[in-house]
């Protein structure tokens, strides 16, 4: 399904080419994404670390228009903020998604290929619609990795923000997200960082609702001097970095770092990173940069969740670090681990990075990995949505539970 297509960039991420070149070739195409402006943002911030901003004023209602890009350098951050804004343009439904959708209740969906809601996971008030001949859900046709089958898919999980194409007869099954919704140069690129997204919210999903797969990360050992040089930004800077190993039974490097300004003390910047990498290295370097980015982000005022940085400044800053010890304070039975004892399992190929998530996806009996091309013709950049059925959505919608967090219970 998949080309072999070498990695020629290995510095913060792996990518098929550089950042500038990526810069280069798609900045053309900013307009017709309706991308009017984008902007550094680094010098919002003191730590140093760049982070820029994509603005699209024409995003659909229930979307965001700001969008944020990270990384260790600014050609990374720039290409960044400039993915996210295509991402987020092609995510939008267009008339040309009709061609492969249909509108039917689970009865009239019979004889054909499809994804169950609750493999899903939704919310025990949606379990309640009557989806099997009442309510129709609108579908939109996946294609699966696994299998190279196609499976029809309730569309609310691929369009974001999801509109109903039936108000009256049809429901969302629930809030609309973009776990999974990736870009990239080309197509293998795009499905594998989707994919990592996944298991990303996954990992994060169950440390959230059992506080047990972490592992506490030595910082003095780690011999990487691109962390280190990112390490020494917050350090000069009096912001305590905590690293921690929060991969659960996919055995894909997931790493949060957070972050704790003791100068400014604000309970908005106690901010979390997140970021997940069949290289360990680079896992790290996406947290932090996240960081930088969530940091930087919230002092502008462009976050999603800036009510929720409003509810952090009214607790407080001690009451917040208190409500989130689990990730700002050492914990007496916490495991520390050095870098390097976590397995890199990166190749120089995206397809076999493709093939080695897959396969341990499988292992841990996933037995679908589904993604919808959403490329539009209009702009050429290869977007995806990655869906696995069966995985963890908690640490992006508390309403959604499932049931892999169970065995670590």
Partial sequence: ???????????????????????????????????TRVTDITHLDRIGIPVFSAIRPTAQDGGVSIYAGKGAKKDQAKASAMMEGFERYSAEKQSIDDENSKLATLSEMDGEKFIHPDDLIISNEVKSLDFEKERKIEWTLTKDIITENDYYIPSNAIFHPYIPKDAKNTSAIFKGNTNGLASGNVLEEAVLHGMLEVIERDAWSIFELTKKNKKCINIDNIENPLINELLEKFKKESINIKLMDLTADIA???????????????????????????????????????????????????????????????????????????????????????LSDIEDKSTDSLKKDIEITTNELKRNNIDKILFKNLTRKEIGINVVRVIIPGTENFSIDPDRVGKRWMKFK
């Fill in 252 to 338: 894909i490097p997931t790493i949060a770092a957070t972050a704790d300004d003791t100068i400014l003390k604000d309970p908005a910047l106690l901010t979390l990173g997140i970021g997940t990498h069949l290289n360990p290295e680079i896992a790290v370097m996406r947290a932090l940069t996240e960081v930088a980015q969530s940091r930087a982000t919230q002092i502008h005022g462009t976050r999603e969740d800036t009510s929720r940085a409003v509810l952090m400044r009214k607790a407080g800053y001690e009451r917040m670090k208190k409500i989130n010890k689990h990730y700002f304070e050492e914990q007496e039975n916490d495991d520390i681990v050095d």
């Fill in 1 to 35: 399904m998949f080309s072999d297509i070498q990695i020629s960039y290995f510095s913060c991420t792996h990518r098929a080419i550089e950042p500038s070149k990526t810069i280069a070739e798609y900045k053309d195409k900013l307009k017709i994404a309706g991308i």
